[in-house]
């Protein structure tokens, strides 16, 4: 019993032991203790021990709890014992590795800043950077941060590049290699990589070896794009491109596939499919195996159409390439251009302006014939293509440019049109006399075109214009009357001191061109009539129905203005103001006594119908009572009666004849006059007539003298007023002959007319009683022994119009007169008469 007591407490020793090895103390103790309980708590066990002991059964659960106590204690200490000495080796071994790693780390520190170079790291999460390194390389040593403003040391576009590079770095871990220059000229070499959670940078000086690599990396690299961009232009380009080695082609393009007909541009190269006819490729390897570039236009068939292109081909290395660009579309522009220069050279031929064009070279390359004549130029000097200072020269060794103080600056002046960009304009006057108008236009492809114009005769109109304009002008304001001139905009344009000083306006208001509304409102105080300002108004703004317009403006000063609106050719409209004051008090004035004058006339005919009428009757009586006693049968008389009675009746019958030539004029004058036509023999017109004059020409002494045309024949007219007509005319002869004078009455036929003429030989009447003689009342002896009313030959005139004919006076003083009338013949003239 006694030995499994023992040997349960050494397997619970050995089992602590080897958790307190372990390290798992706590766990041992736990094991222990409860042995230790079970132990004392086993009775047959204790009674057994401490029956061999002397002890009693409290004292062995006791003993047994202070064994179990001692037993952990012991166990405890050789573990913490054990601990301490594994612990002691595990630093020793700690401290080593420890130098060993500083010793590699110092190791790999001086490798890596064998050479000059920074590194810049920012751990996860935090934004203050570790810099090491020499900063000097890029920045001053005492300022550090300033290697983060990567602009301070680095261009502008660099330094976004590298700002860029940075960002991506610390927010996904894009990695990054650049090589750059510093503003200070340096080349560098930048890297990033994420490594550890860490971003970090490193910035080296490139030099020697690895200067040149990195260049040597960097020129590859462009070349690889620029052999890509290459590539993708010439797959993509429309043209033809080939390469060629001396196995045949090693590369063509789409176009050059779709060219040949070819599937594609391997199926081309594998067929070997040429481009080019055979006489152009012996042309082009000719001047490919001499070396130098060949460059010519073919005519190349591509899918089916015959095309002009232009070949380009250069030897490169072991092989060449070549191109060939469309020229179609430039051939044909090229024609097109020659046509059109062709065109344009045929125009110009056609200019009365003189057109010379000068090349880069300053060489005549083109003159029209009109600068040939105007020069007068031999065309073998022309055609030589002269530069520009010889054709200047020969003008000036000719005296046909402007004299000039110093020819040398003025001809280098000229030559400044070769350098200019813009058009330059002037004048010569010539020796000669004529005036010329150069302009110089730069070309744009180099040189200058000259074009002359003789502008003698434009400026001397100019100078005519001018002068009379400045007449014009003077004229206007030399004028009585008011002009101004308005725009078809309103506004005034011209004006004269009239006008301002009719309407009492201020001459600088008017320069300002004030519009006509204006213009009206400044005149109302003289003439406010809204009507004819309207109509004003309406006249200088109108588009259509320009006419004149005629006012008469009746103003509140008691003047009055004669207005005229005359629309002028240039849209514009003049306005004329006359003062016709005078002019209308005149006209009022002869109004007024022409109405009196008219008043009395009419009186004066009125009076004269009364008192014809009213002596008629008398008179009528009195011939008759004087008939009556001298018929035989009333008894007889004695010389003396009979004397008496004839001086009654012949002074009756003169009234009566008196009375009735003015109820006729005022039976004309009325209106009333009609005449009985019928067919007029003119010889029995003429004796009917003279034999009314006969006792007249007995007392006188007269011989009447008749010339009748035997043709005369007959006429359409009122026979009694043709006898009335003739004897009229024959008592006024007879009356202004001398005694034993002559009267001469003829009678001619015309075409279409029968004349009448009455001659006498006595005084003449005088020139300026001429246009009187047909007056009523109008009676002048001259001299003679004509007594009368003065109505003889106004009847005379009366009569022959009624009939449709005309009256003439021919007379000269101191020789006679001769009084022709002419009756006409033709039916419309006797129907205008009726």
Same mark, same amino acid.
């Given at each position: 019993?006694?030995?499994?007591?023992?040997?349960?407490?050494?397997?619970?020793?050995?089992?602590?032991?080897?958790?307190?090895?372990?390290?798992?103390?706590?766990?041992?103790?736990?094991?222990?203790?409860?042995?230790?309980?079970?132990?004392?708590?086993?009775?047959?066990?204790?009674?057994?021990?401490?029956?061999?002991?002397?002890?009693?059964?409290?004292?062995?659960?006791?003993?047994?709890?202070?064994?179990?106590?001692?037993?952990?204690?012991?166990?405890?200490?050789?573990?913490?014992?054990?601990?301490?000495?594994?612990?002691?080796?595990?630093?020793?071994?700690?401290?080593?590795?420890?130098?060993?790693?500083?010793?590699?780390?110092?190791?790999?520190?001086?490798?890596?800043?064998? !050479?000059?170079?920074?590194?810049?790291?920012?751990?996860?999460?935090?934004?203050?950077?570790?810099?090491?390194?020499?900063?000097?390389?890029?920045?001053?040593?005492?300022?550090?941060?300033?290697?983060?403003?990567?602009?301070?040391?680095?261009?502008?576009?660099?330094?976004?590049?590298?700002?860029?590079?940075?960002?991506?770095?610390?927010?996904?871990?894009?990695?990054?290699?650049?090589?750059?220059?510093?503003?200070?000229?340096?080349?560098?070499?930048?890297?990033?990589?994420?490594?550890?959670?860490?971003?970090?940078?490193?910035?080296?000086?490139?030099?020697?070896?690895?200067?040149?690599?990195?260049?040597?990396?960097?020129?590859?690299?462009?070349?690889?794009? !620029?052999?890509?961009?290459?590539?993708?232009?010439?797959?993509?380009?429309?043209?033809?491109?080939?390469?060629?080695?001396?196995?045949?082609?090693?590369?063509?393009?789409?176009?050059?596939?779709?060219?040949?007909?070819?599937?594609?541009?391997?199926?081309?190269?594998?067929?070997?499919?040429?481009?080019?006819?055979?006489?152009?490729?012996?042309?082009?390897?000719?001047?490919?195996?001499?070396?130098?570039?060949?460059?010519?236009?073919?005519?190349?068939?591509?899918?089916?159409?015959?095309?002009?292109?232009?070949?380009?081909?250069?030897?490169?290395?072991?092989?060449?390439?070549?191109?060939?660009?469309?020229?179609?579309?430039?051939?044909?522009?090229?024609?097109?251009?020659?046509?059109?220069?062709?065109?344009?050279?045929?125009?110009?031929?056609?200019?009365?302006?003189?057109?010379?064009?000068?090349?880069?070279?300053?060489?005549?390359?083109?003159?029209?014939?009109?600068?040939?004549?105007?020069?007068?130029?031999?065309?073998?000097?022309?055609?030589?293509?002269?530069?520009?200072?010889?054709?200047?020269?020969?003008?000036?060794?000719?005296?046909?440019?402007? !004299?000039?103080?110093?020819?040398?600056?003025?001809?280098?002046?000229?030559?400044?049109?070769?350098?200019?960009?813009?058009?330059?304009?002037?004048?010569?006057?010539?020796?000669?006399?004529?005036?010329?108008?150069?302009?110089?236009?730069?070309?744009?492809?180099?040189?200058?075109?000259?074009?002359?114009?003789?502008?003698?005769?434009?400026?001397?109109?100019?100078?005519?214009?001018?002068?009379?304009?400045?007449?014009?002008?003077?004229?206007?304001?030399?004028?009585?009357?008011?002009?101004?001139?308005?725009?078809?905009?309103?506004?005034?344009?011209?004006?004269?001191?009239?006008?301002?000083?009719?309407?009492?306006?201020?001459?600088?208001?008017?320069?300002?061109?004030?519009?006509?509304?204006?213009?009206?409102?400044?005149?109302?105080?003289?003439?406010?009539?809204?009507?004819?300002?309207?109509?004003?108004?309406?006249?200088?703004?109108?588009?259509?129905?320009?006419?004149?317009?005629?006012?008469?403006?009746?103003?509140?000063?008691?003047?009055?203005?004669?207005?005229?609106?005359?629309?002028?050719?240039?849209?514009?409209?003049?306005?004329?103001?006359?003062?016709?004051?005078?002019?209308?008090?005149?006209?009022?004035?002869?109004?007024?006594?022409?109405?009196?004058?008219?008043?009395?006339?009419?009186?004066?005919?009125?009076?004269?119908?009364?008192?014809?009428?009213?002596?008629?009757?008398?008179?009528?009586?009195?011939?008759?009572?004087?008939?009556?006693?001298?018929?035989?049968?009333?008894?007889?008389?004695?010389?003396?009666?009979?004397?008496?009675?004839?001086?009654?009746?012949?002074?009756?019958?003169?009234?009566?004849?008196?009375?009735?030539?003015?109820?006729?004029?005022?039976?004309?004058?009325?209106?009333?006059?009609?005449?009985?036509?019928?067919?007029?023999?003119?010889?029995?017109?003429?004796?009917?007539?003279?034999?009314?004059?006969?006792?007249?020409?007995?007392?006188?002494?007269?011989?009447?003298?008749?010339?009748?045309?035997?043709?005369?024949?007959?006429?359409?007219?009122?026979?009694?007023?043709?006898?009335?007509?003739?004897?009229?005319?024959?008592?006024?002869?007879?009356?202004?002959?001398?005694?034993?004078?002559?009267?001469?009455?003829?009678?001619?036929?015309?075409?279409?007319?029968?004349?009448?003429?009455?001659?006498?030989?006595?005084?003449?009447?005088?020139?300026?009683?001429?246009?009187?003689?047909?007056?009523?009342?109008?009676?002048?002896?001259?001299?003679?022994?004509?007594?009368?009313?003065?109505?003889?030959?106004?009847?005379?005139?009366?009569?022959?119009?009624?009939?449709?004919?005309?009256?003439?006076?021919?007379?000269?003083?101191?020789?006679?007169?001769?009084?022709?009338?002419?009756?006409?013949?033709?039916?419309?003239?006797?129907?205008?008469? !009726?």
């Amino acid at each position: 019993m006694m030995s499994g007591v023992i040997t349960a407490m050494r397997r619970t020793l050995l089992s602590c032991t080897t958790l307190a090895r372990s390290g798992l103390i706590g766990l041992a103790a736990a094991t222990l203790l409860p042995a230790g309980r079970a132990m004392a708590a086993d009775l047959p066990v204790l009674n057994e021990l401490a029956g061999l002991l002397g002890f009693n059964r409290q004292e062995i659960a006791v003993l047994t709890t202070a064994l179990a106590l001692l037993g952990f204690s012991v166990v405890s200490a050789i573990l913490l014992m054990r601990s301490r000495l594994s612990a002691a080796r595990d630093e020793a071994r700690l401290r080593s590795r420890i130098g060993e790693l500083q010793v590699q780390t110092d190791s790999y520190r001086a490798l890596l800043f064998a !050479e000059p170079q920074v590194l810049i790291s920012w751990a996860a999460g935090d934004n203050r950077p570790q810099i090491s390194g020499d900063i000097s390389l890029l920045v001053h040593q005492d300022s550090p941060q300033r290697l983060l403003a990567f602009g301070t040391w680095l261009p502008p576009e660099p330094a976004l590049q590298m700002d860029h590079a940075v960002d991506a770095l610390r927010e996904t871990g894009e990695g990054f290699l650049l090589n750059l220059t510093t503003v200070t000229g340096r080349a560098i070499e930048a890297t990033g990589r994420a490594i550890g959670g860490q971003a970090i940078v490193r910035i080296r000086e490139l030099s020697g070896l690895r200067r040149e690599l990195a260049e040597t990396n960097l020129r590859f690299k462009q070349l690889a794009d !620029e052999t890509k961009m290459l590539r993708g232009f010439a797959a993509t380009s429309p043209w033809p491109i080939w390469a060629r080695d001396a196995r045949g082609l090693s590369y063509v393009n789409d176009a050059y596939a779709r060219a040949t007909d070819a599937a594609d541009a391997a199926d081309a190269i594998s067929r070997n499919l040429e481009l080019l006819d055979s006489a152009g490729r012996s042309e082009m390897e000719r001047a490919l195996h001499g070396g130098s570039a060949f460059n010519a236009r073919l005519a190349i068939v591509t899918s089916g159409e015959r095309a002009f292109y232009d070949v380009r081909a250069i030897n490169i290395g072991e092989g060449s390439i070549g191109i060939a660009i469309d020229a179609s579309e430039a051939d044909a522009l090229r024609q097109a251009l020659v046509r059109m220069a062709d065109a344009h050279r045929r125009t110009l031929d056609q200019l009365s302006s003189g057109v010379a064009v000068f090349d880069g070279q300053r060489r005549l390359a083109f003159y029209n014939d009109s600068y040939r004549r105007l020069w007068d130029l031999d065309t073998a000097f022309l055609d030589s293509h002269p530069d520009d200072s010889s054709v200047l020269d020969r003008l000036r060794a000719a005296r046909k440019l402007p !004299e000039q103080a110093d020819f040398r600056a003025w001809k280098a002046k000229l030559q400044e049109a070769y350098r200019a960009v813009e058009t330059a304009k002037d004048t010569w006057f010539l020796p000669d006399g004529r005036a010329l108008s150069v302009v110089t236009t730069p070309n744009p492809e180099g040189g200058v075109t000259y074009l002359f114009d003789d502008v003698t005769e434009s400026l001397d109109l100019a100078r005519r214009f001018d002068g009379l304009i400045r007449v014009q002008r003077e004229t206007l304001d030399s004028l009585a009357e008011g002009v101004a001139v308005f725009g078809s905009n309103g506004r005034a344009q011209l004006f004269n001191p009239a006008f301002a000083r009719m309407w009492k306006l201020s001459a600088e208001s008017l320069r300002e061109q004030p519009h006509i509304d204006a213009v009206a409102g400044w005149c109302r105080p003289l003439f406010d009539e809204p009507r004819a300002w309207q109509t004003i108004r309406e006249a200088i703004t109108a588009i259509e129905n320009r006419i004149d317009v005629p006012l008469k403006l009746d103003r509140k000063d008691g003047s009055v203005l004669d207005c005229m609106l005359r629309p002028l050719p240039d849209g514009a409209t003049m306005l004329t103001f006359q003062d016709i004051t005078d002019t209308e008090n005149v006209e009022r004035a002869l109004r007024e006594r022409n109405e009196a004058l008219e008043t009395a006339g009419q009186m004066k005919i009125d009076f004269v119908h009364h008192v014809s009428y009213e002596l008629r009757a008398p008179l009528t009586t009195i011939i008759g009572f004087a008939h009556f006693l001298s018929d035989p049968s009333t008894g007889p008389l004695t010389p003396k009666q009979a004397e008496y009675l004839d001086y009654v009746t012949k002074s009756t019958n003169a009234l009566l004849a008196l009375t009735n030539n003015i109820l006729d004029l005022a039976t004309i004058d009325a209106g009333a006059m009609r005449l009985e036509l019928g067919s007029v023999d003119a010889t029995k017109a003429i004796m009917a007539a003279a034999e009314g004059i006969q006792d007249r020409l007995a007392t006188d002494r007269i011989h009447l003298k008749v010339e009748v045309d035997p043709n005369v024949g007959s006429f359409t007219g009122d026979e009694r007023r043709v006898v009335q007509v003739l004897y009229n005319l024959l008592a006024n002869a007879v009356g202004f002959s001398p005694q034993d004078g002559t009267v001469v009455v003829s009678a001619t036929r015309t075409e279409r007319s029968v004349v009448f003429s009455v001659s006498d030989s006595g005084p003449g009447i005088p020139p300026e009683m001429k246009d009187k003689v047909f007056d009523w009342f109008e009676s002048r002896s001259h001299g003679s022994r004509h007594r009368g009313a003065g109505l003889g030959l106004s009847l005379v005139r009366s009569f022959v119009e009624l009939h449709g004919g005309k009256v003439r006076v021919d007379s000269v003083v101191g020789k006679g007169t001769m009084v022709t009338c002419d009756f006409p013949t033709e039916q419309a003239q006797r129907n205008a008469a !009726e």
